[in-house]
């Protein structure tokens, strides 16, 4: 999709008003896989927002993301209740496991992310991998689920949304 076809995406369902920046701004992610900055210049002309705003709210969202993110994603809570439960080993391994300080591998197979809260605090430590929680993770666990996506063929359709799913014990 260009700049073009976005502005008029944005003109046919989204109204000129402010209210509409999270939406519009979750619509075109989940267009693209991502908020290029293109983007978020038009999503900005549309609503009448300056580009700064638009980028402090994309910023602002975990569940947002600026960099195209890999095939796969994980993320580890670091929350409160997760740290206390051992989700520093978790995301250490997952980290080993992935190859990379944080962030998405040269492969593109693994985006890595953590976050302050993944609201699951009853079955810490918790991480996601593509949308689905999972609790009580273990070390085995969090470097058997990394491996198994670097050495997948398939990968999850950019931009396709997430879904929640109870956490597995």
């Known amino acids: 999709m260009n700049q073009r076809e976005l502005r008029q995406q944005l003109m046919e369902r989204f109204p000129r008003e402010r209210r509409y920046l999270l939406p519009a701004l979750h619509y075109v992610q989940h267009e693209l896989g991502h908020l290029p900055e293109f983007a978020l210049q038009t999503v900005g002309w549309h609503l009448h927002i300056p580009a700064s705003e638009v980028f402090g709210a994309a910023t602002s969202y975990s569940e947002l993301r600026i960099e195209k993110p ?48 993944l609201f699951a605090c009853g079955v810490a430590p918790v991480m996601e991998a593509d949308g689905a929680l999972h609790g009580r993770a273990t070390l085995e666990q969090a470097r058997g689920l990394v491996a198994e996506y670097r050495h997948a063929q398939d990968e999850r359709p950019s931009g396709a949304p997430m879904e929640s799913r109870v956490p597995k014990t």
């Open 70 to 117: 890999g095939a796969h994603i994980v993320r580890v809570c670091t929350g409160l209740a997760c740290a206390l439960n051992g989700a520093q080993a978790v995301l250490d391994a997952v980290r080993h496991e992935v190859a990379t300080a944080g962030g998405t591998p040269p492969d593109d197979s693994v985006t890595l992310e953590e976050s302050p809260c």
